[in-house]
């Protein structure tokens, strides 16, 4: 290990959502200043940490000023414009480096570099223009879904066609922007492997995650699942292929799905700690928060084992509609971890803050999650509107 970053030193954050905040707390617990560079005051990250710069994210001038206040920088979005994060890296160390935010910003590079790997993804095509919409179409067929091919998330900038008529229509609604066309997969689950590689190649892993979605969004998540191990290893040697290929320093997340005839597709790659792995922080000895601050300060990987089943629900700004949720009643379920995000304005669809359960079992530890967070829904304390 040479010349890491040890505790003392500040640890720039490029972004400030959720996944910046948790980061923050991480880096904090273990003696680390924070400065977090946001297009928002008071957002989520800047909450937490010591300095928040406030500009917008493609201000170079900020960038540098940014840069000169921190021992290292990484970011907890890929939205972040490469420019900026190349800028950065001029004076200081930026990892993952800006090479991994040009090809996982855009779905049709993140498609062709997993291709280029020999990796298993479902069959695809580049809609740019136009003359291109009957080839991809006879390339790919129905049912598809057409995709924006960058800024898509949640389920944004996404269209199902389920006929070869409907393409042109879907094009047009998503404003002819450049995009790709990918088959539909016939999935029995969707799964993630959250993992890190070090900056001396050590590869750590948190296993094979089964991930629930409603409405396009994650709703719970459970590990360990009960997938085959032959399969499961099969989806780490592909993250392992993956952020190797990238030459990726930090927590990244493969987001698989697995086939009715037993095959696992990779369907998109997130540069940084994800959703998924948010059960981390109880489940296991180092949280996904730990290990993306011990990767990019160039420290040895800590330990990623699992100290018992764990799975975690989503708090959507929907829980709010009607008032303040039922913390009190939550606050009873003496088993399950809360998670608020500091967020201003609760909207439906926005992720305001999550619970994690642990249990015997990940079905057991699923069930708790989902019954506890019912109990914020049964009667709220207050009719205001959330003001934090």
């Given at each position: 290990m040479s010349n890491p970053i040890l505790p003392g030193a500040t640890i720039g954050i490029l972004g400030s959502g959720q996944l910046g905040r948790m980061l923050a707390l991480a880096a904090r617990r273990m003696g680390y200043r924070v400065v977090t560079f946001s297009s928002d005051n008071d957002s989520p990250t800047g909450q937490v940490s010591d300095r928040e710069f406030v500009a917008p994210y493609d201000y170079l001038p900020a960038a540098r000023t940014f840069a000169q206040a921190v021992d290292v920088v990484t970011y907890e979005f890929e939205n972040i414009p490469a420019q900026t994060a190349a800028t950065i890296a001029e004076t200081t160390p930026v990892r993952p480096n800006s090479q991994v935010l040009h090809i996982t910003q855009n779905r049709l590079r993140e498609k062709m570099f997993c291709k280029g790997q020999g990796l298993p993804v479902t069959s695809f095509a580049p809609v740019a223009e136009e003359a291109d919409l009957s080839v991809v179409m006879e390339q790919v067929g129905t049912p598809s879904i057409l995709k924006t091919a960058a800024a898509g998330y949640d389920g944004k900038g996404q269209v199902r066609i389920g006929f070869p008529d409907e393409l042109a229509s879907a094009w047009d609604s998503i404003g002819r922007s450049e995009a790709i066309l990918e088959a539909e997969v016939d999935f029995v689950m969707e799964?993630?492997?959250?993992?890190?590689?070090?900056?001396?190649?050590?590869?750590?892993?948190?296993?094979?995650?089964?991930?629930?979605?409603?409405?396009?969004?994650?709703?719970?998540?459970?590990?360990?699942?009960?997938?085959?191990?032959?399969?499961?290893?099969?989806?780490?040697?592909?993250?392992?292929?993956?952020?190797?290929?990238?030459?990726?320093?930090?927590?990244?997340?493969?987001?698989?799905?697995?086939?009715?005839?037993?095959?696992?597709?990779?369907?998109?790659?997130?540069?940084?700690?994800?959703?998924?792995?948010?059960?981390?922080?109880?489940?296991?000895?180092?949280?996904?928060?730990?290990?993306?601050?011990?990767?990019?300060?160039?420290?040895?990987?800590?330990?990623?084992?699992?100290?018992?089943?764990?799975?975690?629900?989503?708090?959507?700004?929907?829980?709010?509609?009607?008032?303040?949720?039922?913390?009190?009643?939550?606050?009873?379920?003496?088993?399950?971890?809360?998670?608020?995000?500091?967020?201003?304005?609760?909207?439906?669809?926005?992720?305001?803050?999550?619970?994690?359960?642990?249990?015997?079992?990940?079905?057991?530890?699923?069930?708790?999650?989902?019954?506890?967070?019912?109990?914020?829904?049964?009667?709220?304390?207050?009719?205001?509107?959330?003001?934090?």
């Open positions: 799964a993630s492997v959250v993992c890190a590689r070090s900056i001396t190649g050590e590869f750590a892993h948190y296993g094979l995650i089964e991930n629930r979605h409603e409405r396009h969004i994650l709703d719970l998540s459970i590990a360990p699942t009960d997938v085959p191990v032959e399969l499961e290893a099969e989806a780490v040697d592909i993250a392992r292929c993956i952020v190797e290929g990238l030459e990726y320093v930090g927590v990244l997340c493969v987001e698989f799905f697995l086939t009715a005839d037993g095959r696992i597709l990779v369907n998109e790659i997130a540069p940084r700690p994800h959703n998924s792995g948010h059960l981390t922080i109880e489940a296991c000895v180092t949280s996904q928060f730990e290990q993306q601050l011990r990767a990019v300060c160039g420290l040895p990987l800590g330990d990623a084992t699992y100290v018992r089943p764990a799975a975690m629900a989503n708090l959507l700004g929907d829980l709010w509609s009607d008032g303040e949720p039922n913390w009190a009643a939550l606050a009873g379920h003496r088993s399950v971890k809360l998670h608020l995000y500091g967020k201003h304005e609760a909207r439906p669809g926005r992720k305001m803050g999550h619970l994690t359960a642990l249990a015997n079992s990940g079905p057991e530890a699923a069930e708790q999650a989902l019954a506890a967070r019912h109990l914020l829904t049964e009667k709220y304390v207050s009719k205001r509107s959330r003001t934090m």
